[in-house]
């Protein structure tokens, strides 16, 4: 399943059914898991492990040094989860010393041509990335979020579970879970209602998101008062805590 062009560090562990294309190479450090598939001119390097039935297409770099000038030739790593689509020109940094030394992408991504993912990120699982959606480094994407293409991320920002963006929206802040923004710099305009049904919610529980869109977003409360709010009516409605814990939480001020 290895293409003779190809170049595999005999360290490197690779399980069974892993194919190679052509001209591609793997070093060292790499562990690739059963059945992940990888295309013709990929480089794959630095301590990077992948995981099962990904599918990795030409030209990706994945695992390089980070692009951060602190970065000293520490060990650190990238981990890759099971069943992601890495499509043309992707590039994966692995983490830095400064953060926990390691970039994790989750299950069943869609990342698509071009998408940079830098140092220390942390993607969850079902995302979409469309085409050259840009990761600055530290910043934490949540499960079912997607990005438009041309989305640009600052370091440190947080983005909620099953928020999305628009094409060339660029976020300097936090964006809470279910919220749809757009622009530079972005703002936020709704809930990703479509989405939510798509994925199994709920008419009651579409109807209380939007409602704490509104208290977060129209009330004209400050975000801590929002925030107390939100709480309250998650007492009621489970799927509003996650939208509860990340205000709570959020260091960077939010889209608003």
Request: one cysteine or more; aromatic letters at 6%; a neutral charge.
């Amino acid at each position: 399943m290895i293409h003779p062009t190809a170049i595999v560090h005999p360290r490197a562990r690779l399980a069974a059914g892993v194919s190679v294309g052509a001209y591609s190479v793997i070093g060292e450090h790499v562990e690739i898991g059963e059945g992940t598939a990888i295309a013709a001119h990929v480089v794959i390097e630095g301590r990077t492990r992948i995981g099962r039935a990904n599918r990795i297409f030409q030209f990706a770099s994945i695992g390089g040094e980070p692009q951060d000038k602190k970065y000293g030739g520490e060990p650190t790593r990238l981990e890759i989860g099971d069943r992601n689509t890495i499509r043309e020109y992707c590039t994966f940094s692995t983490g830095t010393v400064q953060d926990a030394g390691v970039t994790r992408v989750g299950d069943d991504n869609w990342i698509m041509a071009y998408v940079h993912i830098a140092h220390d990120c942390r993607i969850g699982n079902n995302t979409v990335l469309a085409n050259n959606a840009q990761l600055a480094g530290h910043v934490d994407i949540a499960d079912w979020a997607i990005l438009g293409g041309f989305t640009g991320v600052h370091q440190f920002v947080k983005i909620g579970a099953h928020a999305m963006t628009g094409g060339g929206t660029i976020l300097l802040q936090d964006l809470p879970p279910y919220v749809t923004a757009h622009g530079n710099p972005a703002r936020p305009y709704g809930i990703n209602a479509e989405g939510l049904r798509r994925r199994g919610f709920g008419d009651g529980a579409i109807a209380a998101i939007r409602g704490a869109y509104k208290t977060v977003y129209r009330s004209g409360l400050g975000l801590a008062e929002a925030q107390a709010s939100v709480a309250e009516q998650a007492a009621a409605t489970p799927e509003l805590a996650v939208l509860s814990d990340f205000l709570r939480a959020a260091t960077r001020g939010i889209v608003r």
